[in-house]
């Protein structure tokens, strides 16, 4: 499996950003794909998943602000990210899971004040 993120980007606090991800190659074994970050200095953390049968699941920071959705046609997951603040600036990475996890390359989104 490969999965490519788009480029995230530079947005002022208060704007919003949609970040998404092309799964490709052997996808049959992919049960939910979703987002991780990874602030400056910070661990990776969760974002958001959006599982094959529904039933999506959000970190607490990002419920009210970011919604994940998933293209089964594109095999391309979404995240539209409104509202931001500086503090959501991180990388932003791209993850399925399955027979196996697999990871997107990771893509900046800076959000300034």
């Known amino acids: 499996v490969q999965l490519q993120a788009s480029r995230g980007g530079l947005v002022q606090a208060g704007g919003s950003l949609r970040l998404s991800c092309v799964a490709s190659g052997t996808i049959s074994g992919i049960d939910a794909m979703g987002w991780y970050r990874q602030a400056p200095g910070k661990q990776r953390e969760f974002v958001a998943v959006?599982?094959?049968?529904?039933?999506?699941n959000y970190a607490d920071f990002a419920k009210g602000r970011f919604t994940i959705s998933y293209d089964n046609a594109k095999n391309t997951v979404y995240l539209q990210m409104n509202t931001l603040e500086p503090e959501d600036t991180a990388v932003y990475y791209c993850?399925?899971?399955?027979?196996?996890?697999?990871w997107g390359q990771g893509t900046l989104v800076t959000v300034s004040s």
């Open positions: 959006f599982p094959n049968g529904g039933g999506t």
């Open positions: 993850k399925s899971w399955g027979t196996r996890a697999y």
